[in-house]
């Protein structure tokens, strides 16, 4: 479990930033670089280790970032939601990640860039448009699954993650072409590997020290890379959008209110960040979700006999799929108790009165997604997985939030939730997988996210044919 963390004092001196007019809450003592590495190496640890011993409200001292006052009441947390966006900047939070999307992603923005390119590219992610996108999302579900071994152990997580990398290529990209999508897919793999690595995120490390460096290796990719996207905007703006749904094509064609459309670095910056918030999380979700199914033979055969109810009535369409009950709680319970990133935050522009401390312009306030998620007032057995709770209850915004909240809720949530259905459904349907004797797992750290160890190995049975849904056990 770690070592136990001492006490710290909420008034005193607070690390990179000090101030004595002020305070904030009490935390641990230990030297910032030491949290820092704890932090990167197991934060789920130091979350709960933390909550134990300083209560719902607490600071972590992470190296050279501003204090971080980690939030889990609540209230808390929707007032922290409620910020019009002026007084908390969520941007700078996520200041690490500019190298990596640029610096015109949605993410990053601050104040009216932020809702200004919000609104533009919110429209895609809404409504019965989802409906168009999943016939893809099943048949590259489909796709990866005729070529999965039987009877021989592999890392789920990978072909999940294929999966998604295919989705967002042929429905956000628009990359129709199989071999260009598979040389595209090939660009982006690599350079999702090398931003894989926690260290990366530090700003010591994103130094170009030559080609054999890890951020010079990342530099060089990128640009290989970004060749590519910007040669597919530019076709897409020659060839024209007429007839076509993917989002990029949509991107092209948005306009605000003044007319003016997003240009080609603003379309590669959305482009980037979609992948990485699309990709990645959206295949650890499901692995970790998938984890849950396997190990507990109740949740699957209910999720069967769903799928086969369904089937007795007509076809098995993504539209179908998207309305099943039982699905969609599994889903959301698999991102509530597994949440792929472990908090969200917003950095104060001002001074402010806030629960009970008056915390200086500079500290950033950080909703705990996993210890929102785990509070026994919310979740009765919150340790447990239960999908039934999502039944006949629809938590508030502020309640589950695996995708934050507010104004910087994650644009594609809903693309998220629909893709997650349309990948557990087909898999569930075709094919019968067990987790690999003896693996017990735990979160580790890829970049920004936390993923299965060892890439939760699987062990696949039987393969079915694509119609039929197997039986319950």
Same mark, same amino acid.
């Given at each position: 479990?770690?070592?136990?963390?001492?006490?710290?004092?909420?008034? =005193?001196?607070?690390?990179?930033?000090?101030?004595?007019?002020? !305070?904030?809450?009490?935390?641990?003592?230990?030297?910032?670089?030491?949290?820092?590495?704890?932090?990167?190496?197991?934060?789920?640890?130091?979350?709960?280790?933390?909550?134990?011993?300083?209560?719902?409200?607490?600071?972590? @001292?992470?190296? %050279?970032?501003?204090?971080?006052?980690?939030?889990?009441?609540?209230?808390?947390?929707?007032?922290?939601?409620? !910020?019009?966006?002026?007084?908390?900047?969520?941007?700078?939070? %996520?200041?690490?990640?500019?190298?990596?999307?640029?610096?015109?992603?949605?993410?990053?923005?601050?104040?009216?860039?932020?809702?200004?390119?919000?609104?533009?590219?919110?429209?895609?992610?809404?409504?019965?448009?989802?409906?168009?996108?999943? *016939?893809?999302?099943?048949?590259?579900?489909?796709?990866?699954?005729? *070529?999965?071994?039987?009877?021989?152990?592999?890392?789920? @997580?990978?072909?999940?993650? +294929?999966?998604?990398?295919?989705?967002?290529? =042929?429905?956000?990209?628009?990359?129709?072409? %199989?071999?260009?999508?598979?040389?595209?897919? %090939?660009?982006?793999?690599?350079?999702?590997?090398?931003?894989?690595?926690?260290?990366?995120?530090?700003?010591?490390?994103?130094?170009?020290?030559?080609?054999? !460096?890890?951020?010079? *290796?990342?530099?060089?990719?990128?640009?290989?890379?970004?060749?590519?996207?910007?040669?597919?905007?530019?076709?897409?703006?020659?060839?024209?959008?007429?007839?076509?749904?993917?989002?990029?094509?949509?991107?092209?064609?948005?306009?605000?209110?003044?007319?003016?459309?997003?240009?080609?670095?603003?379309? *590669?910056?959305?482009?980037?960040?979609?992948?990485?918030?699309?990709?990645?999380?959206?295949?650890?979700?499901?692995?970790?979700?998938?984890?849950?199914?396997?190990?507990?033979?109740?949740? =699957?055969?209910?999720?069967?006999?769903?799928?086969?109810?369904?089937?007795?009535?007509?076809?098995?369409?993504?539209?179908?799929?998207?309305?099943?009950?039982?699905?969609?709680?599994?889903?959301?319970?698999?991102?509530?108790?597994?949440?792929?990133?472990?908090?969200?935050?917003?950095?104060?522009?001002?001074?402010?009165?806030?629960?009970?401390?008056?915390?200086?312009?500079?500290?950033?306030?950080?909703?705990?997604?996993?210890?929102?998620?785990?509070?026994?007032?919310?979740?009765?057995?919150?340790?447990?997985?239960?999908?039934? =709770?999502?039944?006949?209850?629809?938590?508030?915004?502020?309640?589950?939030?695996?995708? +934050?909240?507010?104004?910087?809720?994650?644009?594609?949530?809903?693309?998220?939730?629909?893709?997650?259905?349309?990948?557990?459904?087909?898999?569930?349907?075709?094919?019968?997988?067990?987790?690999?004797?003896?693996?017990?797992?735990?979160?580790?750290?890829? !970049?920004?996210?936390?993923?299965?160890?060892?890439?939760?190995?699987?062990?696949?049975?039987?393969?079915?044919?694509?119609?039929?849904?197997?039986?319950?056990?």
């Amino acid at each position: 479990m770690g070592r136990t963390v001492p006490e710290r004092p909420g008034s =005193r001196e607070q690390g990179p930033l000090r101030c004595r007019s002020m !305070s904030l809450p009490p935390g641990p003592s230990t030297p910032a670089p030491w949290n820092l590495i704890r932090w990167m190496r197991e934060p789920l640890s130091v979350l709960r280790e933390c909550r134990e011993r300083y209560g719902e409200t607490f600071t972590l @001292h992470l190296g %050279a970032l501003p204090p971080m006052v980690i939030l889990s009441n609540p209230e808390h947390v929707r007032e922290v939601f409620a !910020s019009a966006g002026d007084d908390m900047h969520g941007g700078k939070i %996520a200041h690490a990640l500019r190298p990596f999307l640029g610096e015109r992603s949605v993410i990053v923005l601050d104040g009216a860039p932020h809702r200004t390119m919000r609104k533009l590219v919110m429209p895609p992610f809404h409504g019965e448009r989802m409906h168009a996108y999943g *016939r893809d999302m099943v048949e590259l579900t489909h796709a990866s699954i005729d *070529r999965w071994p039987v009877g021989k152990g592999f890392p789920i @997580h990978e072909p999940l993650q +294929g999966i998604t990398l295919d989705v967002i290529l =042929r429905t956000v990209y628009g990359v129709d072409d %199989a071999a260009e999508r598979e040389r595209l897919g %090939a660009q982006l793999t690599r350079l999702t590997h090398l931003a894989s690595w926690p260290p990366m995120l530090l700003p010591q490390v994103q130094r170009d020290l030559g080609p054999w !460096s890890p951020w010079g *290796r990342f530099v060089r990719e990128g640009q290989v890379a970004d060749a590519s996207l910007m040669a597919g905007i530019a076709r897409r703006r020659r060839e024209g959008t007429e007839g076509r749904t993917d989002i990029l094509s949509m991107f092209v064609d948005v306009r605000d209110e003044e007319g003016r459309g997003l240009d080609d670095q603003d379309l *590669r910056d959305q482009l980037v960040t979609l992948l990485v918030a699309g990709h990645e999380t959206t295949a650890t979700a499901l692995a970790w979700t998938l984890r849950w199914v396997l190990s507990l033979p109740a949740v =699957r055969d209910r999720l069967l006999s769903e799928l086969r109810a369904a089937q007795r009535t007509g076809p098995l369409t993504p539209e179908r799929i998207a309305k099943l009950e039982y699905l969609d709680a599994t889903v959301r319970e698999g991102l509530r108790l597994q949440p792929v990133i472990p908090l969200v935050g917003r950095v104060l522009q001002q001074p402010m009165r806030f629960a009970g401390y008056d915390l200086p312009a500079g500290v950033a306030l950080a909703p705990s997604v996993h210890l929102v998620h785990q509070n026994p007032s919310l979740y009765e057995n919150p340790s447990r997985f239960e999908p039934e =709770r999502f039944l006949g209850r629809q938590y508030k915004a502020h309640e589950w939030i695996p995708f +934050g909240g507010g104004i910087r809720k994650c644009v594609g949530m809903a693309f998220a939730l629909y893709e997650m259905k349309m990948v557990l459904a087909t898999v569930l349907s075709r094919v019968w997988l067990r987790t690999a004797p003896g693996y017990a797992p735990r979160a580790v750290r890829r !970049s920004i996210t936390l993923t299965p160890s060892q890439g939760m190995p699987v062990i696949v049975d039987a393969v079915l044919p694509r119609h039929p849904v197997p039986a319950a056990a």
